[in-house]
């Protein structure tokens, strides 16, 4: 699971969360709560990821 992409699972969440009666946003808050990231980093990384970015070069610059 830890090699698997974001990405790649991110839309399993939003269908996970929506069948449970929870919105996007809420899950938007528990990301954020985990990673730190905030809305505009959040969507920032989904766009990237997206593209084809691997996560790894994602946040190093994040890091940096």
Do not use: C, R
Request: glycine fraction near 6%; hydrophobic fraction near 40%; charge should be positive.
């Amino acid at each position: 699971m830890a090699k698997t992409a974001f990405a790649s699972v991110y839309p399993y969440y939003i269908k996970k969360v929506e069948s449970k009666g929870s919105t996007i946003q809420e899950l938007h808050q528990i990301i954020a709560w985990l990673t730190g990231f905030d809305d505009k980093k959040l969507q920032e990384l989904i766009d990237e990821l997206a593209q084809g970015k691997k996560m790894e070069k994602i946040l190093m610059g994040v890091a940096q």
